[in-house]
């Protein structure tokens, strides 16, 4: 049974791959980053146009001061400073209400690299867009980024297809073209199983195929594939171990 507090999370929680981008942070954290005007546009889907059904203010801006950039020659240049800014986002609930959510956005103002001291005059504008997409995280939106199922290729693909979907003008072809590269996966994965020539790759094989069957939760057949893909593990195993127990 659907719970109402998650009703609006559920609508806005799955993000159009077309949306998004990788990219490498400070100290090479990599992740998966969601384009700012997707996500406004998202909202005004929900609450209406920006200004009327949903908007923001700005609380609090401040650059923090940080430790000291040094020459090599260690001669104090600067000081590493970030851009932090304080929104509180708003949008009109259900029952016609004011809802607030407040949040932080930071931003690398001066930082230091191999050419020496880089200052970045857009870090408000990275700011903002950073504070109010983690408000509007606190809703939903686009939670399966942050949750780190864009971390698994076979979610990302799910989302891509269903997003093809969506956007074609013959929905009826393209589910059809889906399907079959879906049976085409089937076919070429027990394929793999069954010749897998040891336990580690069975295992990763079989593991990455029941990640996929658990993302197609409306089809019908999962059950009766997964039934299929343990029954080829199993026997498969069978098989490595007893050419493992004769070559002892």
């Not at 401040?62 to 986002?89: N, W």
């Not at 959510?101 to 408000?124: K, L, M, V």
């Not at 009826?172 to 793999?192: C, H, P, S």
């Amino acid at each position: 049974m659907p719970a109402p507090n998650l009703a609006l999370w559920e609508e806005v929680e799955k993000t159009d791959p077309k949306f998004t981008k990788e990219y490498t942070g400070p100290g090479g954290f990599t992740g998966t980053a969601v384009n700012a005007q997707y996500l406004a546009k998202r909202a005004t889907e929900q609450f209406g146009p920006c200004g009327t059904g949903w908007g923001y203010d700005v609380i609090d801006e401040r650059f923090d001061i940080g430790g000291p950039l040094l020459s090599k020659e260690g001669v104090v240049l600067a000081h590493a400073q970030v851009h932090t800014l304080k929104v509180a986002l708003w949008y009109l609930g259900g029952d016609g209400e004011r809802k607030t959510i407040t949040h932080y956005g930071h931003t690398p103002f001066i930082t230091q690299n191999r050419f020496g001291i880089s200052t970045d005059f857009d870090a408000p504008k990275k700011s903002l867009t950073d504070a109010i997409g983690k408000c509007l995280s606190q809703l939903g939106f686009s939670a399966d980024v942050r949750l780190g199922l864009y971390d698994d290729i076979h979610y990302v693909n799910e989302r891509l297809g269903e997003a093809e979907i969506e956007r074609a003008e013959d929905k009826i072809e393209a589910k059809e073209r889906l399907a079959a590269e879906y049976r085409d996966w089937l076919t070429e994965t027990l394929r793999l199983i069954g010749t897998a020539q040891s336990l580690n790759e069975l295992e990763q094989l079989y593991k990455s195929a029941m990640r996929k069957l658990a993302l197609r939760q409306n089809d019908p057949e999962r059950e009766d594939h997964k039934l299929k893909f343990t029954r080829a593990k199993d026997a498969r195993k069978a098989d490595l171990e007893d050419a493992m127990e004769g070559a002892a």
